[in-house]
């Protein structure tokens, strides 16, 4: 009886939680994600310590490090740190795979095929020189577009964009003109993409996998800031020019290259 009163109270304060992050205009994605989280992952503290381990030995350690910073988030708006303050974050034991990617041959040629439409194209354009993820790109109008002298600026309001601050992303006339010419970019749900994406990778001749690993739409957003970086870009614009907070971010998920072209690399210098 005093464990079923115990867990009720739990599953109120998430709600609470959850209806906080509301009020503050999280994405209903992202409030979903953390009731699934919360509730499985919050119990008393060995329950938690344990449910984390467990995790760990069947997940990567991105999925691992997520788990436990929302808890870390939960937390804090529960009671400054205070819950969780000794909960420890596990060694994952799967290691990932590599992310798809994108040559710079195969954006090229995706976004000029005559057999991909026009409106396609251009949405392929923008996530992959710009930066805007899939789901910023479905929020895209063209009162969003500022001209300042000679130059254009996407200014998404702060709520529209995953950072929750309002970052100039700037375009070029050609940029600008499309997103005027095709708003909304993306008709309906942004989820759908994924499908869009493989036809038109079909259509335009271009695997739709590789290396055994889908391609998806924010592999084109990658596609830009990686190859940012392969162009010796310092961290700190990088970092600006993907809108990340912090370069922790830019450092852990694209300061790097996948395992496959790394040994390339290691084959070439080694034949010289």
């Given at each position: 009886?005093?464990?079923?009163?115990?867990l009720?109270e739990?599953e109120?304060?998430?709600?609470?939680?959850?209806?906080?992050?509301?009020?503050?205009?999280?994405?209903?994605?992202?409030i979903?994600?953390?009731r699934?989280?919360?509730?499985?992952?919050?119990?008393?503290?060995?329950?938690?310590?344990k449910?984390?381990?467990?995790?760990?030995?069947r997940?990567?350690?991105?999925?691992v490090?997520?788990?436990?910073?929302?808890?870390?988030?939960?937390?804090?708006w529960?009671?400054?740190?205070?819950?969780?303050?000794?909960?420890?974050?596990?060694?994952?034991n799967?290691?990932?795979?590599?992310?798809?990617?994108?040559?710079?041959?195969?954006?090229?040629?995706?976004?000029?095929?005559?057999?991909?439409?026009?409106?396609?194209?251009?949405?392929?354009?923008?996530?992959?020189?710009?930066?805007?993820?899939?789901v910023?790109?479905?929020r895209?109008?063209?009162?969003h577009?500022v001209?300042?002298?000679?130059?254009?600026?996407?200014?998404l309001?702060?709520?529209?964009?995953?950072?929750?601050?309002?970052?100039?992303?700037?375009?070029?006339?050609?940029?600008?003109?499309?997103?005027?010419?095709?708003?909304?970019?993306?008709?309906?749900?942004?989820?759908?993409?994924?499908?869009?994406?493989r036809?038109?990778?079909?259509?335009a001749g271009i695997?739709?996998?590789?290396?055994?690993v889908?391609?998806?739409?924010?592999?084109?957003?990658?596609?830009?800031?990686?190859?940012?970086?392969?162009?010796?870009?310092?961290?700190?614009?990088?970092?600006?020019?993907?809108?990340?907070?912090?370069?922790?971010?830019?450092?852990?998920?694209?300061a790097?290259?996948?395992?496959?072209?790394?040994?390339k690399?290691?084959?070439?210098?080694?034949?010289?």
């Amino acid at each position: 009886m005093a464990s079923d009163i115990y867990l009720k109270e739990i599953e109120s304060r998430i709600d609470a939680y959850l209806d906080y992050l509301k009020e503050k205009g999280r994405a209903e994605e992202y409030i979903s994600k953390q009731r699934r989280v919360l509730t499985a992952m919050i119990g008393n503290f060995q329950d938690t310590q344990k449910h984390l381990d467990m995790l760990a030995e069947r997940a990567t350690q991105a999925t691992v490090n997520d788990y436990y910073n929302r808890i870390k988030c939960y937390a804090l708006w529960l009671n400054g740190g205070k819950s969780f303050a000794n909960l420890k974050r596990p060694v994952a034991n799967k290691v990932s795979k590599d992310k798809a990617t994108f040559t710079k041959a195969e954006v090229k040629k995706l976004i000029n095929s005559e057999e991909v439409s026009p409106k396609n194209r251009a949405l392929w354009l923008i996530l992959s020189h710009t930066g805007l993820r899939p789901v910023e790109a479905s929020r895209v109008k063209p009162d969003h577009l500022v001209k300042n002298g000679d130059s254009w600026f996407l200014v998404l309001p702060s709520n529209q964009q995953k950072s929750k601050r309002p970052d100039p992303i700037g375009l070029t006339e050609r940029e600008a003109n499309l997103i005027k010419k095709y708003c909304p970019l993306i008709d309906g749900d942004y989820k759908k993409l994924y499908r869009v994406l493989r036809s038109d990778l079909k259509k335009a001749g271009i695997p739709v996998k590789q290396n055994g690993v889908a391609r998806t739409p924010y592999n084109l957003r990658s596609f830009m800031i990686t190859e940012l970086l392969r162009n010796n870009v310092d961290l700190e614009t990088v970092r600006i020019l993907a809108r990340h907070s912090d370069i922790k971010t830019t450092l852990t998920h694209y300061a790097r290259f996948n395992q496959g072209e790394v040994a390339k690399t290691r084959m070439k210098l080694i034949n010289l």
